[in-house]
Protein backbone atom coordinates (compact mmCIF):
# COMPACT_ATOMS: atom_id res chain seq x y z
CA UNK A 1 0.00 0.00 0.00
CA UNK A 2 1.62 3.53 -1.10
CA UNK A 3 1.97 6.12 1.70
CA UNK A 4 -0.56 8.84 1.54
CA UNK A 5 2.51 11.64 0.16
CA UNK A 6 3.10 14.60 3.06
CA UNK A 7 2.85 18.05 2.90
CA UNK A 8 6.95 18.21 2.58
CA UNK A 9 6.78 15.34 0.18
CA UNK A 10 4.32 17.80 -2.13
CA UNK A 11 6.26 20.67 -1.88
CA UNK A 12 9.47 18.77 -2.82
CA UNK A 13 7.28 17.15 -5.72
CA UNK A 14 6.39 20.89 -6.82
CA UNK A 15 6.19 20.73 -10.87
CA UNK A 16 8.32 23.55 -12.32
CA UNK A 17 5.09 25.73 -13.56
CA UNK A 18 3.32 25.66 -9.85
CA UNK A 19 6.73 26.74 -8.47
CA UNK A 20 7.15 29.67 -10.71
CA UNK A 21 3.29 30.65 -9.71
CA UNK A 22 4.84 30.49 -6.13
CA UNK A 23 7.43 32.65 -7.14
CA UNK A 24 5.07 34.94 -8.41
CA UNK A 25 2.41 35.60 -5.24
CA UNK A 26 5.59 35.77 -2.92
CA UNK A 27 7.54 38.17 -4.28
CA UNK A 28 4.55 39.73 -6.11
CA UNK A 29 2.04 39.85 -2.94
CA UNK A 30 3.71 42.30 -0.08
CA UNK A 31 4.79 44.73 -3.12
CA UNK A 32 1.04 45.09 -4.32
CA UNK A 33 0.40 45.32 -0.41
CA UNK A 34 2.19 48.12 0.16
CA UNK A 35 1.40 50.26 -3.34
CA UNK A 36 -2.53 49.25 -2.73
CA UNK A 37 -2.37 50.47 0.75
CA UNK A 38 -0.69 53.97 -0.32
CA UNK A 39 -2.10 54.16 -3.48
CA UNK A 40 -6.10 53.52 -2.25
CA UNK A 41 -6.16 53.41 1.41
CA UNK A 42 -3.99 56.70 2.40
CA UNK A 43 -5.52 58.62 -0.74
CA UNK A 44 -9.37 57.22 0.89
CA UNK A 45 -10.33 55.74 -2.72
CA UNK A 46 -10.69 52.78 -0.72
CA UNK A 47 -12.21 52.42 3.06
CA UNK A 48 -9.80 50.27 5.41
CA UNK A 49 -12.80 47.99 5.89
CA UNK A 50 -12.88 46.52 2.59
CA UNK A 51 -8.59 46.82 2.35
CA UNK A 52 -8.30 44.78 5.17
CA UNK A 53 -8.96 41.22 3.67
CA UNK A 54 -7.24 41.88 0.46
CA UNK A 55 -3.91 43.32 2.19
CA UNK A 56 -4.42 39.65 4.31
CA UNK A 57 -4.99 37.55 1.37
CA UNK A 58 -1.86 39.49 0.04
CA UNK A 59 0.28 39.46 2.91
CA UNK A 60 -0.82 35.36 3.55
CA UNK A 61 0.51 34.80 -0.56
CA UNK A 62 3.93 36.43 0.16
CA UNK A 63 4.72 34.75 3.60
CA UNK A 64 2.81 31.01 2.38
CA UNK A 65 5.03 31.48 -1.56
CA UNK A 66 7.95 32.30 0.72
CA UNK A 67 7.53 29.49 3.46
CA UNK A 68 6.61 26.86 0.56
CA UNK A 69 10.15 28.16 -0.91
CA UNK A 70 12.26 27.70 1.60
CA UNK A 71 10.72 24.22 2.52
CA UNK A 72 11.47 23.36 -1.58
CA UNK A 73 14.74 25.02 -1.30
CA UNK A 74 16.06 23.79 2.09
CA UNK A 75 17.40 20.59 0.96
CA UNK A 76 19.29 22.07 -1.88
CA UNK A 77 20.55 25.28 -0.48
CA UNK A 78 21.71 24.28 3.27
CA UNK A 79 25.57 24.20 3.70
CA UNK A 80 24.56 20.72 5.40
CA UNK A 81 23.38 19.31 2.00
CA UNK A 82 25.32 16.46 -0.18
CA UNK A 83 25.44 17.78 -3.47
CA UNK A 84 26.77 16.95 -6.78
CA UNK A 85 28.69 18.62 -9.01
CA UNK A 86 25.16 19.38 -11.16
CA UNK A 87 23.21 20.29 -8.23
CA UNK A 88 26.18 22.66 -7.26
CA UNK A 89 26.34 24.01 -10.23
CA UNK A 90 22.74 25.20 -10.27
CA UNK A 91 22.91 26.42 -6.82
CA UNK A 92 25.80 28.60 -7.93
CA UNK A 93 23.85 29.44 -11.19
CA UNK A 94 20.86 30.71 -8.94
CA UNK A 95 23.39 32.68 -6.39
CA UNK A 96 24.59 34.36 -9.61
CA UNK A 97 21.21 35.51 -11.43
CA UNK A 98 20.02 36.54 -7.59
CA UNK A 99 23.15 38.93 -7.21
CA UNK A 100 22.44 40.03 -10.99
CA UNK A 101 18.68 40.93 -10.25
CA UNK A 102 19.38 42.75 -6.90
CA UNK A 103 22.17 44.80 -8.85
CA UNK A 104 19.55 45.60 -11.50
CA UNK A 105 17.37 46.25 -8.60
CA UNK A 106 20.13 48.65 -6.60
CA UNK A 107 20.92 50.48 -10.04
CA UNK A 108 16.78 51.17 -10.79
CA UNK A 109 16.31 52.35 -7.48
CA UNK A 110 19.23 54.38 -6.71
CA UNK A 111 18.43 55.96 -10.43
CA UNK A 112 15.05 56.94 -9.71
CA UNK A 113 15.84 58.41 -6.49
CA UNK A 114 18.97 60.51 -8.32
CA UNK A 115 15.69 61.80 -10.75
CA UNK A 116 13.69 62.43 -8.21
CA UNK A 117 16.04 64.25 -6.02
CA UNK A 118 17.39 66.58 -8.87
CA UNK A 119 13.95 67.63 -10.19
CA UNK A 120 11.98 67.55 -6.96
CA UNK A 121 15.18 68.71 -4.66
CA UNK A 122 15.77 66.51 -1.58
CA UNK A 123 14.06 63.46 -0.42
CA UNK A 124 12.97 63.15 3.04
CA UNK A 125 13.31 59.81 4.43
CA UNK A 126 11.17 58.66 7.06
CA UNK A 127 10.88 55.33 9.17
CA UNK A 128 7.19 55.15 7.94
CA UNK A 129 8.37 55.33 4.21
CA UNK A 130 11.43 53.72 5.01
CA UNK A 131 9.43 51.01 7.02
CA UNK A 132 8.00 49.21 3.98
CA UNK A 133 11.59 48.32 2.54
CA UNK A 134 13.38 47.18 5.13
CA UNK A 135 10.33 44.55 5.49
CA UNK A 136 10.75 43.62 1.66
CA UNK A 137 14.37 43.18 2.25
CA UNK A 138 14.45 41.26 4.78
CA UNK A 139 11.62 39.04 3.51
CA UNK A 140 12.48 38.57 -0.06
CA UNK A 141 16.99 38.88 0.31
CA UNK A 142 17.60 35.56 2.25
CA UNK A 143 14.26 34.00 -0.26
CA UNK A 144 16.25 34.93 -3.31
CA UNK A 145 18.58 32.11 -4.04
CA UNK A 146 15.62 30.15 -3.58
CA UNK A 147 13.43 31.73 -5.51
CA UNK A 148 15.82 31.34 -8.25
CA UNK A 149 16.53 27.58 -8.24
CA UNK A 150 13.03 27.38 -7.90
CA UNK A 151 12.35 29.22 -11.06
CA UNK A 152 15.01 27.43 -13.26
CA UNK A 153 15.06 23.70 -12.20
CA UNK A 154 13.53 21.91 -14.21
CA UNK A 155 11.23 19.05 -14.17
CA UNK A 156 12.27 15.85 -13.91
CA UNK A 157 12.13 13.78 -17.16
CA UNK A 158 9.17 11.04 -17.04
CA UNK A 159 12.06 8.21 -17.49
CA UNK A 160 13.81 9.72 -14.42
CA UNK A 161 10.99 9.75 -12.47
CA UNK A 162 10.44 6.07 -13.45
CA UNK A 163 14.46 5.40 -12.42
CA UNK A 164 13.75 7.25 -9.32
CA UNK A 165 11.03 4.00 -8.45
CA UNK B 1 33.53 23.87 -17.20
CA UNK B 2 30.11 22.34 -17.13
CA UNK B 3 27.06 24.34 -17.93
CA UNK B 4 24.24 24.50 -15.50
CA UNK B 5 21.27 21.92 -16.09
CA UNK B 6 19.00 22.95 -18.60
CA UNK B 7 20.06 24.63 -21.54
CA UNK B 8 23.81 24.66 -22.88
CA UNK B 9 24.36 25.89 -26.50
CA UNK B 10 25.78 22.96 -28.84
CA UNK B 11 28.85 23.80 -28.98
CA UNK B 12 28.94 22.67 -24.83
CA UNK B 13 27.15 19.49 -25.67
CA UNK B 14 28.56 16.35 -24.55
CA UNK B 15 27.62 13.39 -26.69
CA UNK B 16 27.55 10.28 -24.88
CA UNK B 17 26.90 6.64 -24.91
CA UNK B 18 25.58 6.43 -21.40
CA UNK B 19 22.40 5.00 -22.10
CA UNK B 20 23.72 2.49 -24.16
CA UNK B 21 25.86 1.21 -22.55
CA UNK B 22 23.72 1.26 -19.35
CA UNK B 23 21.17 -1.17 -21.33
CA UNK B 24 24.00 -3.27 -22.53
CA UNK B 25 25.24 -3.85 -18.73
CA UNK B 26 21.75 -3.87 -18.28
CA UNK B 27 22.17 -0.92 -14.68
CA UNK B 28 19.74 1.03 -14.04
CA UNK B 29 19.77 5.09 -13.99
CA UNK B 30 19.79 5.12 -10.13
CA UNK B 31 21.88 1.76 -9.47
CA UNK B 32 24.38 3.88 -11.29
CA UNK B 33 24.09 7.16 -9.96
CA UNK B 34 24.59 5.51 -6.24
CA UNK B 35 27.68 3.77 -7.97
CA UNK B 36 29.08 7.30 -8.62
CA UNK B 37 27.56 9.03 -5.60
CA UNK B 38 25.94 11.34 -7.52
CA UNK B 39 21.66 12.36 -8.10
CA UNK B 40 19.47 9.97 -10.02
CA UNK B 41 18.77 13.31 -12.34
CA UNK B 42 22.02 13.82 -13.10
CA UNK B 43 22.54 10.89 -15.35
CA UNK B 44 19.18 12.14 -16.93
CA UNK B 45 20.67 15.14 -17.88
CA UNK B 46 23.83 13.98 -19.02
CA UNK B 47 22.05 11.17 -21.06
CA UNK B 48 20.65 13.69 -22.72
CA UNK B 49 22.91 16.14 -23.26
CA UNK B 50 21.76 18.55 -21.13
CA UNK B 51 24.65 18.96 -18.93
CA UNK B 52 28.16 18.33 -19.26
CA UNK B 53 30.02 16.12 -16.70
CA UNK B 54 33.63 17.44 -15.56
CA UNK B 55 36.30 15.40 -16.51
CA UNK B 56 36.13 13.48 -12.74
CA UNK B 57 32.70 12.53 -13.37
CA UNK B 58 33.26 11.60 -16.83
CA UNK B 59 36.36 9.67 -15.63
CA UNK B 60 34.40 7.72 -13.11
CA UNK B 61 32.30 7.16 -15.31
CA UNK B 62 34.70 5.65 -17.54
CA UNK B 63 36.10 3.60 -14.40
CA UNK B 64 32.76 1.86 -13.61
CA UNK B 65 31.83 0.91 -17.13
CA UNK B 66 35.96 -0.36 -17.21
CA UNK B 67 36.27 1.37 -20.31
CA UNK B 68 38.37 4.37 -22.04
CA UNK B 69 36.63 7.99 -21.56
CA UNK B 70 36.56 8.47 -25.27
CA UNK B 71 34.88 5.54 -25.62
CA UNK B 72 31.72 6.62 -23.75
CA UNK B 73 32.34 10.88 -24.37
CA UNK B 74 32.96 13.17 -27.59
CA UNK B 75 32.33 16.48 -28.51
CA UNK B 76 30.81 15.20 -31.87
CA UNK B 77 28.22 12.93 -32.18
CA UNK B 78 28.96 9.21 -32.03
CA UNK B 79 28.20 7.48 -35.15
CA UNK B 80 26.22 4.28 -35.47
CA UNK B 81 27.44 1.01 -34.60
CA UNK B 82 28.32 -1.11 -37.56
CA UNK B 83 28.15 -4.66 -38.25
CA UNK B 84 31.46 -5.20 -36.93
CA UNK B 85 30.64 -4.01 -33.32
CA UNK B 86 27.30 -5.24 -33.13
CA UNK B 87 28.69 -8.93 -33.97
CA UNK B 88 31.99 -8.48 -31.90
CA UNK B 89 31.36 -11.19 -29.25
CA UNK B 90 30.21 -13.43 -32.04
CA UNK B 91 32.32 -15.97 -34.24
CA UNK B 92 30.39 -14.61 -37.11
CA UNK B 93 32.11 -12.61 -39.38
CA UNK B 94 29.48 -9.76 -41.01
CA UNK B 95 28.70 -9.85 -44.22
CA UNK B 96 29.75 -7.25 -47.06
Known sequence: ?165 | MAAAAGRIPDRDVVHNRLPLLRADRGISRSALADALGIHYQTIGYIERGEYAPSLNLALRIARFFDLPVEAIFAIEPFGQLGADALLAHRDVAPEH
Open chain 1, 1 to 165: MMATPTLTDRIATLPRRTRRLVVLAAFLGYPLLVVGYSRLVLTDQVPVTLWAPIALALMALSLGGVAILYNWAQPRTASSARLDERQRAMLDRAHVIGYGVLGIVAAVLSGALALIASFQGPIVVTMEGLTPFLIALGLYLPTLPSAILAWIETDPARDDLEASR
